[in-house]
């Protein structure tokens, strides 16, 4: 992620992988909008991998999260895309 995906006098926009969003100081983000991978073990081509272990699955959310909470500042939003499922006990 190391440039703006778009730009103008009131809002930049990045686009990369939230567990690296080193460019950006902390506190520095009014929302972080994702749409991770729901583990669900869907085949959506070479591109993701939807079917890792559990444990590995919440490792990569874990750093997600945390590299997330880095950048939010006071007042923000985050909000992610998920299957319908997913939360489902």
């Not at 749409?35 to 444990?55: E, H, I, M, Q």
């Amino acid at each position: 992620m190391a440039s703006p995906y778009y730009q103008d006098n009131y809002v930049t926009i990045y686009h990369g992988d939230c567990r690296d969003m080193s460019v950006l100081d902390a506190g520095s983000v009014d929302v972080v909008v994702t749409d991770p991978p729901y583990n669900s073990g869907k085949n959506y081509g070479k591109a993701t991998l939807d079917s890792r272990p559990d444990d590995e699955y919440w490792d990569w959310f874990t750093e997600a999260f945390t590299e997330t909470d880095r950048v939010l500042g006071d007042g923000y939003a985050y909000i992610s895309h998920s299957d319908k499922g997913m939360w489902t006990a």
